[in-house]
T-cell receptor
């Protein structure tokens, strides 16, 4: 069974640009969560999608948005990039049955550097 | 107050000792509790999960949950240098939101 796939693995962008990150969950998993990881802040929850609907949202500005497609693949978009957006963005996949009762499987992450 | 709090460490223990990692959470409605391990440059991977009050053992690892005190812990017995990593506590609410603590860095010295 294939794991969680995130693309691209590495990305360098300039301030003010926008970026789209992609996550393909484990086959059969319907829940995809996104996290931002930085050395100072740890793993911060961005949002969760389940069956194409945003089920939960963290405390990030509106520049961060996401969506989920009918095949459960998810994209995350960050507009008007700031230097502080440089981080490792992790996607986590869960089956989705029952709220919160199952473990999350992580992708390898996308390392975003904003210059 | 952070939703999930951990001491960032580093926690340093000698090889063969017991490492004790602690975590507190603020949402009394939380239902599921997880411990993840993250090696430097890698993604988090699940070590254990616990849903009910009490202890749960898996090999050298024991998770402890006290919902009244909103406290979760992880004990690692016979610590090995390969256990050196960051340990992340994660808590899931009844809405499905999975929130992580900042992580505790564990160093096991040979």
């Amino acid at each position: 069974k294939a794991g969680v796939t995130q693309t691209p693995r590495y990305l360098i962008k300039t301030r003010g640009q926008q970026v789209t990150l992609s996550c393909s969950p484990i086959s059969g998993h319907r829940s995809v969560s996104w996290y931002q990881q930085t050395p100072g802040q740890g793993l911060q929850f961005l949002f969760e999608y389940f069956s194409e609907t945003q089920r939960n949202k963290g405390n990030f500005p509106g520049r961060f948005s996401g969506r989920q497609f009918s095949n459960s693949r998810s994209e995350m978009n960050v507009s008007t990039l700031e230097l502080g957006d440089s981080a490792l963005y992790l996607c986590a996949s869960r089956p989705g049955q029952g709220f919160g009762s199952t473990e999350a499987f992580f992708g390898q992450g996308t390392r975003l550097t904003v210059v | 107050q952070k939703e999930v709090e951990q001491n960032s460490g580093p926690l340093s223990v000698p090889e063969g000792a017991i490492a004790s990692l602690n975590c507190t959470y603020s949402d009394r409605g939380s239902q599921s509790f997880f411990w993840y391990r993250q090696y430097s440059g890698k993604s988090p991977e699940l070590i254990m999960f616990i849903y009910s009050n009490g202890d749960k053992e898996d090999g050298r690892f024991t998770a402890q949950l006290n919902k009244a005190s909103q406290y979760v812990s992880l004990l690692i017995r016979d610590s090995q240098p390969s256990d050196s990593a960051t340990y992340l506590c994660a808590v899931s609410s009844n809405t499905g939101k999975l929130i992580f603590g900042q992580g505790t860095t564990l160093q096991v010295k040979p």
